[in-house]
């Protein structure tokens, strides 16, 4: 059966090694920092915020501590605060190893299309189009499918791009593709999910 959001969050964390410095978008993403377990990584906000725990257990919530989606976390020992100027300082200058992102669109080639709708209302692009550009790695998970069924993994994205040929993974509810020459390849199917299954889901060109 397809991965459920807290599934994808698993297997999302599973990608990140010891040592990284990590930033985590709005969405399924935040739910990543539950999974960290032992390993020792470090999750960066844009925000201002380096070091953030998981989210607090209901009634120890502290409303001072947001994350960039504005939904409360916890500290660590080790967490430390700046303003956003510092925050975008190190995203941009290559010094956060890997963003977790959200996206409502990706292409063959890598190509993320995650912050506005044409005709719809948004309150703008906010981090991505900096973490994209400077992180060294960049994992989407979202669904495979919109609600209407129709494929969110394209040839090419119809959506105005957060950046080109910059997605590295897509873990989405079906499974994990990575972006390769030429198309994408499946790496693993989510339980009872078949390659054809998502073969059938999939727009773009599978390998």
């Known amino acids: 059966m397809p991965w459920d959001r807290n599934q994808m969050a698993e297997r999302a964390a599973q990608e990140l090694e010891d040592g990284m ?3 985590l978008g709005i969405g399924i993403p935040t739910l990543v920092a539950n999974y960290v377990g032992d390993k020792d990584i470090t999750l960066q906000s844009e925000n201002g915020m380096l070091g953030m725990g998981p989210f607090p257990f209901e009634g120890e919530e502290d409303p001072d501590l947001i994350n960039a989606g504005k939904q409360t976390i916890t500290e660590m020992d080790r967490t430390a605060y700046f303003d956003s100027a510092q925050s ?6 290559g010094k956060i190893a890997a ?11 890598g190509d993320l299309a995650n912050w506005m709708i044409p005709g719809k209302l948004v309150k703008g692009m906010g981090g991505a189009m900096d973490l ?5 790695r960049v994992v989407v998970v979202m669904d495979h499918t919109n609600k209407h ?6 040839k090419e994205c119809t959506l105005p791009l957060t950046g080109a040929g910059v997605v590295d993974l897509i873990i989405s ?3 994990v593709l990575e972006v390769v020459e030429g198309g994408l390849r ?10 054809d299954d998502i073969r059938a889901a999939t727009e773009a060109t599978i390998l």
């Open 149 to 154: 069924g129709a494929s969110k993994v394209l």
């Open 132 to 136: 994209v550009a400077g992180v060294g």
């Open 186 to 195: 499946i790496v693993e199917t989510a339980p009872d999910v078949t390659e």
């Open 21 to 23: 410095y990590v930033n």
């Open 99 to 109: 963003a977790i992102l959200g996206a409502m669109e990706v292409a063959e080639n």
């Open 88 to 93: 975008f300082g190190m995203i941009r200058g």
């Open 173 to 175: 509810n079906l499974g």
